[in-house]
């Protein structure tokens, strides 16, 4: 029987990780992506090696109806890995209330009202996986990024709220708190700007999308039965 995943943000560099990986591992994907529809048949191609159906979903998670587009498209599902994402960088006077709205909708109200609306469908079969990609600073917290880590840390409250939830369900959730990755998140800042962030870093280097990918592929399989409510940090030491 086919196993479906939905990999929201899947054409980012995360994302794309994370689909390849679960492709090897024989699930059928929904790979949902707002405006980088380049990247996403890119990703069709790198897939097409695999056996599992690939179906791309196109939806805006920053606006308050974009989750309705995505979960109508979507009919099995075993395992939600919620991924997509923004950044803000700046001082929080000078955050805009658009701004403000446009994190919050894609960070945590589109994360979950997706769950809300695809939770029957893993009640109903009493299993599956839901995992939270946040961040770093949704632990700690960072200067210039209020905003950003605000959200992130709401993130890891629905993880560990709705891990309680649903446990006796046989539903896992867990989150993931990637620390700096080599994403094209990270081109805002230049190669100076690499060389002292990786000075600070223990493991002297930033990680790769593959790091954050394998610990996704750990948490939905079954060596990860008896881990729920948890939140993993791949950071290379940054944050301990």
Known sequence: ?????????????????????????????????????????????????????YIPIQADLS??????????????????IHNSGMSRYGLLVDLEREQAEELVTTHVTSPMLITKELLPKLLQKRAGNIIVISSIWGQTGAACEVAYSTVKGAQLSFVKALS????????????????????????????EDIASLNEEIPMGHLGSPENIADVVSFLVSEKAAYITGQIIPVNGGWYT
């Open 63 to 80: 606006s308050p109806d974009g989750y309705r587009r995505l979960v109508e498209n979507i009919f099995s599902i075993d395992a939600i």
């Open 164 to 191: 309680k939830e649903v446990a006796l369900d046989g539903i896992r959730v867990n989150g993931v708190a990637p620390g700096a990755i080599r994403t094209p998140m990270m081109t805002v800042f230049n190669e």
């Open 1 to 53: 029987m086919k196993k479906y995943a939905l990999v929201t943000g899947a054409s980012g560099g995360i994302g794309r990780a994370i689909c390849l990986q679960l492709a090897r591992e024989g699930y059928s994907l929904y790979l949902h992506y707002f405006q980088n529809k380049d990247s996403i048949k890119k990703l069709m191609e790198e897939l097409s090696s695999y056996d599992g159906e």
